[in-house]
């Protein structure tokens, strides 16, 4: 239980960094593409060593890190694009209610437990996503012409957290997580490249600034997908992990917010609040 409490931490803490760029004006794309490689040098750092390149090429799990790469870099562009064109609710709505693809996928393909206890507590922790997230009294607004973007961020989600269930239960041996994140990592900011490459031809410079941001978001972005494949490894079904991941980093984020921003929360968030602790503690009962 330690690594998924380890994991909700670390992913909220990248909200409150998302939240400074905002403060220091930040160019937040090229701050996510430096924190790849930070991330992936964090990677290194933990796995003892660097590798030999045949050592990473003849990996069985070589291709879910490249796979997964492309993903992240790819549903990360999505998420801002549904936060500049739904709206910021929506985004992290259609993020954390991805849930239902890993959990799905963990009781049909590894015969993980499902009972009516773990039932309800992963559809209050949807209820609690949804209620936490809603910033304005009127709910959510979304523009059916822009749906196909939360669809996109909500099926990519979920198969970034199904991917690594199978890969880590499937091909990444114990000891070698810290290189197949880094791995996962050293992909995205390849790709990334190309993006700062053509930022460039369009006039917008890397910054010191953003990669002071990219910095100080890597680490953390790093230790939050070690700490989930930790928690997977540890023997938890991921019809737990990731309902209990999702909604506790929604709750500790909107805790974050009210005492480091002195964010102002409407009653249904509250509510919320109070709907998430009651399926975490439904989730883990079931499992216990």
Not at 62 to 83: E, P
Not at 146 to 161: A, E, N, Q, R, V
Not at 184 to 192: E, L, R, V
Request: glycine share 6%; with cysteine; proline share 3%.
């Amino acid at each position: 239980m330690i690594w998924l409490v380890l994991s909700i931490t670390t992913s909220s803490f990248l909200y409150v960094i998302f939240k400074y760029f905002e403060v220091f004006k930040i160019n937040t794309l090229h701050a996510i593409i430096i924190n790849y490689i930070v991330a992936c040098i964090t990677g290194f750092v933990a796995y003892g060593s660097v590798p030999n390149f045949e050592q990473i090429i003849n990996a069985d799990w070589l291709y879910y890190a490249l796979f997964l790469g492309a993903l992240f870099i790819f549903i990360f562009n999505i998420m801002a694009l549904t936060s500049q064109k739904n709206g910021l609710s929506v985004a992290a709505v259609a993020g954390k209610m991805s849930l239902v693809i890993p959990v799905i996928a963990g009781i049909w393909l590894y015969d993980e437990s499902i009972g009516w206890m773990k039932i309800i507590g992963i559809l209050l922790a949807l209820i609690s996503v949804y209620l936490t997230s809603v910033k304005t009294k009127d709910g959510i607004q979304l523009d059916k012409r822009l749906l196909i973007f939360p669809i996109i961020l909500f099926l990519g989600s979920g198969i970034i957290d199904t991917t690594l269930k199978y890969a880590e239960k499937m091909h990444v041996p114990d000891g070698e997580e810290p290189l197949f994140s880094a791995m996962c990592f050293a992909m995205a900011f390849i790709i990334g490249i190309i993006v700062l490459i053509y930022e460039a031809s369009q006039k917008r410079l890397l910054t010191m600034r953003s990669i002071i941001g990219g910095i100080a978001l890597g680490i953390p972005n790093y230790f939050s997908i070690y700490f989930i494949i930790k928690t997977l490894k540890n023997g938890m079904e991921s019809s737990v992990v990731y309902p209990i991941n999702h909604v506790g980093t929604v709750l500790f984020t909107s805790l974050l917010g009210i005492v480091i921003f002195k964010e102002k929360l409407i009653p249904k968030n509250y509510i919320g609040i109070v709907v998430a602790i009651v399926a975490i503690v439904m989730i883990a009962f079931a499992k216990a």
